[in-house]
């Protein structure tokens, strides 16, 4: 699933392609796509059109579009394969295209929504005072957002009394890191991914959110990762961030450290990277 760097790369090129521009007529090509909208496909299509399309926004890795001239906003749910592409009117559809939105200009482009496996979606949502679309009002921010508050986080990683990457993966926490940035974060801070919480010091978790914040930076410069064709942005182009990796896919190669190799280890349905040398696993106390 994207996370923060992907869904940032996409949200900038939205900002860029597709902003100010107002929906000209909507079109829902499969209802999957439009499932969370319960009111179904017919009233999605129906209150898009006509509508300006605001300065799109992103909390972690939701990202949504505001209608201007309303309090709604298009809430995107990119799940495992979801693409939004801005392309030009005549290009081919793709195979797997769900939405299409065209704009009442002459610039010649249209946004599409492309889902191979058909898990995200599109939806409109009313907004909260924050400008937030209301279902994800429960999500926090993410460390890169200059209203992230470092205090605040330390103080809940102690009270969650849990682990340090499930409290990473924790979007009521920290919002944007997922499985991919936990383990680049955590090799670079030589901390083990089942480190209680309640551990945590002050500087410990202050180093750890610099790591974090290093890794996501990095990633954004490079436009994020991608190991197949499903997460690319709105051009169609992929992220390269992938062939910088210290920790996740390495399985067996040498730690750029320390030349021990990297481990996996199967954790909640995902894999955990770690070198064993590098990132010591807790002691166990009885």
């Known amino acids: 699933m994207p996370e923060l760097p992907e869904v940032e790369v996409v949200r900038r090129g939205l900002e860029r392609w597709v902003a100010h521009r107002t929906v000209a007529e909507a079109e829902v090509l499969h209802p999957r796509a439009v499932r969370r909208h319960m009111a179904g496909a017919d009233d999605f299509t129906h209150r898009l059109k006509g509508h300006r399309v605001g ?4 909390r972690g890795k939701y990202l949504w579009l505001p209608l201007e001239d309303t309090d709604q906003s298009v809430l995107a749910h990119l799940g495992m394969s979801g693409q939004l592409l801005v392309q030009p009117h005549e290009a081919p559809d793709e195979k797997h295209l769900r939405i299409r939105v065209r704009f009442a200009d002459d610039l ?5 929504f492309v889902d191979q496996r058909t898990f995200g979606g ?3 949502h009313p907004n909260t005072p924050d400008g937030l679309p209301d279902a994800i009002a429960h999500i926090a921010r993410d460390p890169l957002d200059p209203l992230f508050d470092d205090e605040a986080f330390h103080q809940a990683l102690r009270r969650k009394r849990t682990t340090i990457k ?3 993966l924790d979007q009521s926490l920290i919002s944007g890191v997922g499985n991919i940035y936990a383990d680049e974060a ?10 209680p919480t309640a551990h945590f010091t002050r500087p410990g978790t202050a180093g750890l959110l610099g790591h974090v ?4 930076t990095a990633a954004l410069a490079v436009g994020g990762t991608s190991f197949d064709s499903l997460y690319v942005n709105v051009n169609g182009e992929s992220g390269y ?4 990796l210290d920790a996740y896919g390495r399985e067996g ?3 750029r450290r320390c030349g021990t190799p990297v481990r996996r280890r199967s954790w909640m349905n995902r894999s955990s990277y770690f070198c064993p040398k590098c990132q010591r696993p807790p002691r166990v106390t009885r």
């Open 55 to 58: 300065v799109p926004g992103r």
């Open 108 to 112: 010649g482009t249209e946004l599409r």
């Open 122 to 124: 599109l939806s409109l």
């Open 166 to 168: 499930r409290a990473l």
């Open 186 to 195: 955590l090799w670079r801070a030589r901390i083990h991914y089942e480190r």
């Open 213 to 216: 914040r290093d890794v996501l």
């Open 241 to 244: 961030f992938d062939r910088s």
């Open 253 to 255: 190669l040498p730690c």
